[in-house]
């Protein structure tokens, strides 16, 4: 176990670059499975998710490379499609069943897991694989899945847009027969990079109207070279960071087309942003303003903003609200930063009756932030990625020294995390937890 020790209270300047983004790597390299070829994959983040997806797709018979940036991974031959154990539970596995049902027609994967934000039903993929033709029983460690006859085309629907549902529905219709219809399908930018990696691969995949997806199967795919695009989450962490500890940063390779939602977030709240073609600069000209802002499906505001973005607001000059739509169980992190100083109180209702999304459950859909707040440092846990990601801007913000425990948390999404921050002016220090 590790632990940051951080001293705040500094403004942070200076330019940082976007690793690739771990939502999109992760699935490419489970994508590369469906090829007994050669892949390469530029601007990889070594990090805790792509080491734990490459121990999956070693323990399937992958030959896996990585140096510095950049993945080599090859799948000749499916030596074993029931993987039944994994160092530590991730939610990637279940995007394997495709690919090896492709390959070999079985698979078992283990029971997913990843961050601890409520419930993620699973009931999306199974359908929209049991569609094509799977058979599936989930028992309790794992999903096993087998399709005699071959996966075959078929028209799905969503009742909810579903990254990982998306996802395992094409990564199994690239290769199955026939023509292959979703509706109400995700367009995330990281899906979407998926698709272009699949494309360049030999897939036949089309974007039509209304978040629908055409898809022809073909019988293979060979190998490809991609690069793995920025990683918008970062570049919002970052973003967060700088307007919050009133410093000036250029976050290098930030795209402006992934971040549309956000940008405009950052102006209402009185921040600035400047849009080059080495990146995007983001400084705060004066103080913040308060804000209400609701969490959705893309364009829309990402719900994995919604927690740097608190942290920001606990220094804006007023009372700002957010509406939780994605997941039921994502406020945990307040509690941290009011263990600062912040003033956050959750409900499950909102006190103006704003539409609920998650009805019955006891669950907290939103936040109201009093602020300007002063944060002082203090002892932290991390929770998930996310919210460790907040730990560490407000422990920034924060006068004094803060002590954060349980960062590998923090490691599966953000590569060297403390030494790029170094970089920035940021006192962070490594040490081990007793």
Known sequence: MAKFLIRGGKKLEGEIRLSGAKNAATKMMVASLLTDEECILENFPDIGDTEITAE??????????ISGQKLSIKTE?????????????????????????????????????????????????????????????????????????????????????????????????VMAKGKTVLKNAALEPELMDLVKMLQKMGALIELGANRDFYIEGVPKLHSVSHRVLPDRNEAVSFACLTMATGGKILVREAIQDHLITFLNVVRRIGGEYEVTSEGITFWRPNSLKPLDVETAVHPGFMTDWQQPLAVVLTQAHGISKIHETIYEDRFGYTKDLNLLGAKIKIFEDHPKNSPRKFDGNG???????????????????????????????AALVAEGESEIDGVEEIDRGYENIDERLKELGAEIRRADSF
Do not use: W
């Open 77 to 173: 031959k499916i030596k074993n499609s029931r993987v039944l154990q994994l160092s530590r539970k991730n939610r990637i596995p279940i995007l394997a069943l495709g690919p090896l049902l492709a390959r070999v027609g079985e698979a078992e994967v283990p029971i997913l897991g990843g961050d601890k934000i409520g419930p993620r039903p699973v009931d999306l993929h199974i359908k929209a694989l049991e569609t094509l033709g799977a058979e599936i029983k989930v028992n309790s460690e794992s999903y096993v899945a087998t399709a005699k006859n071959g996966l075959h085309g078929a028209e799905i629907k969503f009742y909810f847009p579903s990254v990982g549902a998306t996802e395992n529905a094409i990564l199994a219709a």
């Open 363 to 393: 669950s907290y859909q939103f936040a109201e932030i009093d602020g300007p707040a002063v944060l002082r440092g203090n002892k932290m846990q991390v929770r998930d990625l996310r919210s460790g990601m907040v730990n560490i801007i």
């Open 56 to 65: 999956l797709c070693r323990n399937v018979g992958s030959e896996v490379n």
